[in-house]
Nanobody, 121 residues
Framework: QVQLVESGGGLVQAGGSLRLSCAAS????????MGWYRQAPGKQRELVAV???????NYADSVKGRFTISRDNAKNTVYLQMNSLNPEDTAVYYC???????????????WGQGTQVTVSS
């Protein structure tokens, strides 16, 4: 079993910054992609950013140039640096990890419990 624990959410004024962290622990031999998703009230969960084990990244258009995703493979941790935050970024942010079995016959998706990010205008 794998657990993902997020931290770093909170309340910030528009234009401010926050850094989210997500640490994976448990039965982990390796992790494929890790990513951040968010869900605002009344909206569907959406991809914010994803990073592969090799460091390739992809971002939602709405956060390009403002958010940066990174990971520390030795610590099984993914980060999301969020700058120039605006009220539209207010949501619960969830961490996701794709963890292959060992031997790698299958891949499972794991999710964190979510962390609230609130941006005031």
């Amino acid at each position: 079993q794998v657990q993902l624990v997020e931290s770093g959410g909170g309340l910030v004024q528009a234009g401010g910054s926050l850094r989210l962290s997500c640490a994976a622990s448990g039965s982990i031999f390796s992790i494929n992609a890790m990513g951040w998703y968010r869900q605002a009230p009344g909206k569907q969960r959406e991809l914010v950013a994803v990073i592969t084990s090799g460091g390739s990244t992809n971002y939602a258009d709405s956060v390009k140039g403002r958010f940066t995703i990174s990971r520390d493979n030795a610590k099984n941790t993914v980060y999301l640096q969020m700058n120039s935050l605006n009220p539209e970024d207010t949501a619960v942010y969830y961490c996701n990890a794709e963890v292959p079995s060992h031997p790698p016959s299958s891949v499972s998706d794991y999710w964190g419990q979510g962390t609230q990010v609130t941006v005031s205008s």
